[in-house]
């Protein structure tokens, strides 16, 4: 092959299921996309991709190749730089996933001096608080709260958020003030019931028991997939909430919401980067990495 440019596409077309989101990711035709692939399989006599009217698959033979075309563009990219360090600057995409509070509180408010030590790098920067497909969906690092849940992808552990449990002062004017969990129960206190898919199990009240960590069934009719609705929803006096305190810190510090039993907080949460692929990583993406490692550690435990 005369250039590098087919294994790219290609790549990123596997990545993304798709020649239409794959072309518009990497600011080219969708013809040219196809084309690509089209030529680059018949270079190497396999059929790489299944194709079909609602979406494209690799084949077992395209998912081995894709294996080795994954590493081969990320060598390239490391031998351009390799004896360059700081001398060269960072270029490309770099996509990553951050959870919404997250990135509003702390990573989006340091963005600037990171664009400014890297102007040739364009971000593009989702924020959800979904667990994003990191493969299908074409990130090159996400960083996630709590477990993984998918032990195929590799995790840097960051540290622990710490947690809090809060309320707004009108609805402890209304329920009264917990000190216990009997308080919970005899007082009648609801809970803002939250999960990144409506419709799943609530998780419950969550609280230590001895070495480990126990819950608690409270009612509650308000359901949200959100971090930022979910502490809107305390704010409005609507439940409790078991909230990292890096989003809710502000709140607590102006009276908006106010700290319950700091003895029943429910466990850290887990803070991690996740990458798709162990080995041969950009350079862009160590960079980053390492940037959001340093944001964050100050909230971190």
């Not at 919404?100 to 364009?122: K, Q, W, Y």
């Not at 803070?271 to 550690?297: C, G, P, Y």
Request: with cysteine; proline share 5%; hydrophobic share 45%.
């Amino acid at each position: 092959m005369q250039n590098l440019e087919p294994l790219l596409i290609f790549t990123t077309v596997a990545e993304m299921g798709s020649f239409t989101h794959a072309a518009e990711s990497l600011g080219i035709q969708k013809g040219r996309a196809s084309t690509a692939v089209r030529k680059l399989e018949e270079v190497v006599g396999v059929r790489l991709l299944h194709r079909t009217t609602r979406s494209v698959q690799l084949t077992e033979d395209g998912r081995a190749f894709h294996a080795r075309a994954r590493d081969l563009l990320a060598e390239v990219d490391d031998l351009h730089s390799m004896f360059a360090g700081d001398r060269v600057a960072l270029r490309g995409r770099l996509r990553v996933d951050l959870p919404t509070e997250v990135a509003r509180m702390t990573i989006v408010p340091a963005l600037p001096d990171f664009m400014a030590a890297h102007p040739e790098l364009e971000l593009e920067v989702s924020s959800t608080d979904r667990q994003v497909d990191l493969v299908q969906e074409g990130f090159d690092c996400v960083l996630r709260l709590g477990p993984i849940g998918d032990e195929t992808l590799i995790a840097r552990p960051l540290g622990l958020l710490r947690m809090v449990n809060a309320a707004s002062p009108a609805y402890l004017a209304r329920y009264g003030v917990p000190r216990s969990l009997e308080d919970l129960q005899r007082q009648e206190h609801r809970t803002i019931h939250f999960s990144t898919m409506l419709g799943a199990k609530p998780h419950g009240w969550e609280y230590p028991d001895g070495d480990s960590y126990a819950t608690l069934q409270l009612p509650g009719a308000l359901h949200v997939n959100s971090a930022q609705t979910y502490e809107a929803a305390a704010l409005a006096g609507l439940g409790l909430i078991q909230a990292p305190l890096l989003g809710v810190g502000r709140y607590l510090e102006n009276g908006a919401l106010v700290e319950i039993m700091p003895d029943f907080r429910r466990r850290a949460l887990a803070v991690s980067l996740v990458v798709a692929h162990r080995s041969n990583l950009s350079r862009r993406v160590r960079a980053f990495m390492k940037w959001i490692e340093d944001v964050l550690t100050p909230y971190l435990e």
